[in-house]
């Protein structure tokens, strides 16, 4: 079980040089360079993530506290599991921790190899409430919805802001139907401008509406999250 992480890491390590091979575009080994050199990747392995997309949730986290012991955490477009795995920890879905044990339930259309703490649902979330799968699982409301999913890049801007957004809107539905109140919704948006319907949608739900960029989201990315804390089902 990973321990609870700061998100402050050590950058001093040498910088890995990668050469490019004969069938390997120069974009994919400037990809792979990125890598090999990224700290959260480095420390990620280190502390056993499966990505070092589990900083963002760990300083996400570490700045509005929402993942307490006890709390009910489903965690959509899961794969390949490294909100799954803070979560886990953070609301003590083991008991291994002193107070309440939470639950953690990860879904996604991949399959996910087995987290400790966790139920992990291979299924289309989009799916609920008509899905016996996901209905058998989700026999409780949730406190925390999170959703980190996005599409493919298609390299064309104003397509993957529009799929990303899509995901966003869906994930939105989905917590409506399923949060308990009071609880909080946490999602990937894009900058772009299309975001501002949805967030004047959100703000119909919850008590407070908040953007936040943390250090694991790359500087030159547009990708931005909002946390949504407070839900009150009737808007």
């Known amino acids: 079980m990973q321990k609870k992480s700061s998100n402050k890491l050590s950058t001093r390590s040498l910088t890995t040089r990668v050469k490019t091979a004969k069938k390997r ?35 996400i986290d570490d700045q509005f506290k929402f993942l307490k012991p006890g709390k009910r955490v489903i965690d959509l477009g899961a794969a390949p599991g490294g909100w799954t795995q803070v979560a886990v920890n953070r609301v003590n879905s083991l008991g291994t921790l002193k107070g309440l044990s939470g639950k953690v339930i990860g879904i996604d259309l991949k399959e996910i190899d087995d987290i400790p703490g966790a139920t992990l649902i291979t299924e289309d979330f989009m799916n609920f409430p008509s ?93 931005n999250y909002v946390i949504a804390q407070g839900f009150r089902s009737k808007a």
């Open 25 to 59: 575009k120069l974009s994919s080994t400037r990809w792979l360079q990125r890598q090999l050199n990224d700290p959260f990747v480095i420390e990620a392995k280190k502390l056993g993530y499966r990505s070092r997309a589990a900083f963002k949730l760990i300083a």
């Open 131 to 223: 899905s016996k799968l996901i209905q058998s699982v989700l026999i409780e409301s949730a406190d925390i919805i999170l959703s980190d999913m996005a599409t493919a890049a298609t390299g064309h801007t104003s397509t993957d802001h529009i799929r990303i957004m899509g995901l966003l809107e869906n994930a939105m539905e989905f917590a409506k139907t399923i949060l308990s109140p009071g609880g909080v919704f946490l999602g990937k948006v894009l900058q772009g401008g299309t975001e501002k319907n949805l967030l004047k949608n959100m703000k119909r739900y919850f008590k407070t509406i908040k953007h936040v960029k943390p250090p694991a989201s790359r500087s030159n990315s547009r990708e």
